[in-house]
């Protein structure tokens, strides 16, 4: 069983910074595929980024493409998401999820492939 704890969320003005942090324990990290979802209120939950186990494949959403960046520190059990240039629409609560990968390469952006969630944490961007 895997254990995901996030943090880092808070209360940013747009245009802020955040970076998120996604500890693991539990199971062999650096076998999983680490994504980030999030949802906001009234919404559905909403692909973010995922990162494959060997670092090497790192998909984004169109929406948060070249201001937020993946990476994870496999000898910490850590997954980050660097969040640059927030903007007012990024609020939401930000869930971190595990997938348990066949290889280095393989990283999924459908949230009902990942195996275990965190409980999330909040980000609210003021305007």
């Known amino acids: 069983q895997v254990q995901l704890v996030e943090s880092g969320g808070g209360l940013v003005q747009a245009g802020g910074s955040l970076r998120l942090s996604c500890s693991a324990s539990g199971g062999t990290f650096s076998t999983y595929a680490m994504g980030w979802f999030r949802q906001a209120p009234g919404k559905e939950r909403e692909f973010v980024a995922a990162?494959?186990?060997?670092?090497?494949?790192?998909p984004y959403a169109d929406s948060v493409k070249g201001r937020f960046t993946i990476s994870r520190d496999n000898a910490k059990d850590t997954v980050y998401l660097q969040m640059n240039s927030l903007k007012p629409e990024d609020t939401a609560v930000y869930y971190c999820a595990a997938d348990l990968s066949p290889n280095a390469w393989h990283v999924t952006m459908k949230s009902y492939e990942y195996n275990y969630w965190g409980q999330g944490t909040q980000v609210t961007v003021s305007s």
């Open positions: 990162i494959s186990w060997g670092g090497g494949n790192t």
